[in-house]
């Protein structure tokens, strides 16, 4: 997301839950680095200490836990966005 920097990951959307939990960024070459952040009710950013490489991230908490997702389809607008499609991944079927 644009404004996201190595120390601060910008939200589409205002969170709703407090707590402590862990960013995990996955790095371009498919490693995974993570560190521990705490979150408040309403924030629209979370702050990573200590900084991590700008890329794809994921943020879990004991309350809130990581999916897993099958892509279907991307596609790209005419504004450089991306449109990802994807179903819920089901690790009973091949």
């Known amino acids: 997301m644009a404004g996201t920097t190595e120390s601060t990951r910008l939200l589409d959307a205002p ?3 407090a707590g402590a939990g862990v960013v ?3 790095m371009s070459d498919g490693s995974y680095v993570s560190a ?6 309403g924030a629209t950013q979370i702050n990573v200490s200590p900084p991590l490489a700008s890329a794809s991230w994921v943020l ?8 897993k ?6 596609s790209e607008g005419d504004d450089g966005t991306y449109a990802i499609s994807a179903v819920a991944y089901d690790t009973d079927k091949p």
């Open 15 to 17: 969170i709703g839950m």
């Open 36 to 41: 521990n952040v705490t979150v408040s009710v």
């Open 69 to 74: 997702f099958r892509v279907v389809s991307i």
């Open 24 to 26: 995990v960024v996955i």
């Open 60 to 67: 879990s908490t004991a309350t809130l836990g990581t999916q």
